[in-house]
């Protein structure tokens, strides 16, 4: 295990149900694809949940080293329908759209049609790609006049931000209960939820289940980023979505959002992805645009744990294409940024527990030490979760007894996990932890490095607060 070449930032392949078929089972490879995320479309969860059981068993070395994420998408208010093909809408145009067909320039099928539009409110076609304000509202037909042009292509998803209602407990439907409890799934990805009363129930609900997934929240809402700091203690991590928070906020605002949000849940030891149209373009394309390829490389320059690549590249020929160049482009901004300190990097944390006091005085002890390796034994991934955080260049090494803590604690940042046999009592740890270094590492002997335990993550049998610094023998 060469840990100098091991890359940091994590890439996640994402597709919708509709692309879960035979064929692309047979093309997952886990030495090339980090993650994968589905994302869940209406009535569809038994099929995604049938899928992420044939990942796990069908495809080699799944079951060890391949997170399955699985995203309650945001409902859909409507989809554009009965398009052949790509359609050019221009800025100055005035469109026609009706639930009804033959009605309208653009049908539109919803269960929402009352309570979709709203005059004089922006309306947001094909992931945003085409803009239109609301002119006017008639019966089974609505006129928007298009404020920004582009291309929508069938089953463009129509989006109303004005008309949206808050998501809350009861929003989460009882097939979404059943992916809460399903064995095959890592990460949940719930909803934009801004109220902490409401997650919290869901939470409260999902953790008592014996297969709980670890929760991710999606932050497509500035009523979420506005109570961030309430919502974060409840989950593990976040998924920025940053095309539905430019249908929320000036576009100008988001970079520096998504950067905010990354520092944030460093000081909070969370988890963070970053989304929306990455690499998108290459569905129709063999080439990225540069605001695409520079999207990835800021999201490792800010600090975040994982990209999250477009749904929409899957439909394309070029989506084998998109994945090596996402990697490649970490791989290169990895590089550049060696030895440069990050802007993320948590410089004066505030100390309020005991894992932040352990965890930051060892994050500093090795660097000061030059350690090659920063080991902690954690039985839930709260420690691992906490030293990365403080984004050390020193690769992390989660020692655990659950295999799937090891599977989910892939996609964080700088973190390798190593899988131990039984629970290990104070006398003996130092010397089991020894062992396993030089038989799975390339670690050396007489190379130093911070062995890091904690009461409330540790495997050992008998309770204790460390770290220390070990010469390895």
Sequence with gaps: MNFEKQRRTHVIWSFDSSCLNDQLLKSLDVTKVDAIRIV????????????????????????????????????????????????DLAFGDSVKVSSVKGKGDLTIRTEEWPTLFKKNE??????????????????????????????????ADVQVPSTTKPVQFESISPEGW??????????????SFDSPEELSKIVKKIS?????????????????????????????????????????????????????????????????????????????????T??????????????????????????????????ALAIKTIEEAEFQSAGQLMNWVKQHPDITNEIEAVTSSAYKAAYRNQARALVCLTKNGNTALH?????SRTPIIAVTMSSDVIRRLRLVRGVIGILLDEAPDIEHVTSIINSLLLHRTGIKAGERYVFVSLTLSSLGTEASNLFTVQTLS
């Design 387 to 391: 030293l990365a955080s403080y984004g």
């Design 208 to 288: 008592t289940q014996q297969n709980a997934p670890w929760l991710l929240l999606k932050i497509s809402t500035k009523a979420t980023l506005d109570r961030l700091d309430d919502l974060l203690p409840l989950v593990r991590g976040v998924l920025i979505s940053r095309v539905a928070l430019s249908m929320q906020m000036d576009p100008a605002q988001v970079p520096m959002i998504t950067k905010e949000v990354i520092a944030k849940c460093n000081d909070y030891a969370k988890i963070t992805l970053v989304a929306s149209e990455m690499l998108g373009s290459m569905r129709h394309n063999v080439t990225p």
């Design 178 to 191: 059943r992916a809460a409890t399903d064995s095959a799934i890592d990460y949940l990805i719930l909803p």
């Design 40 to 87: 869940s479309e209406k009535g569809e969860i038994d099929k995604v949940l049938t899928f992420c059981q044939r990942i796990k068993t069908e495809v080699p070395g799944a079951k060890e080293r391949l997170p399955v994420l699985v995203d309650l998408y945001d409902h859909v208010r409507g989809t554009v329908i009965e398009l052949d093909g790509p359609k």
């Design 122 to 155: 922006s309306v947001y076609l094909g992931n945003g790609m085409v803009v239109a304000k609301v002119k006017d509202i008639s019966g089974d037909h609505a006129v928007l006049d298009i404020v920004q042009g582009g291309t929508i292509y069938p089953d």
């Design 290 to 323: 540069r605001a695409e390829v520079s999207d990835i490389a800021n999201a490792v320059f800010d600090g975040a744990d994982a990209v999250v690549l477009s749904e929409g590249l899957a439909y394309g020929k070029y989506a084998v294409r998109g994945l």
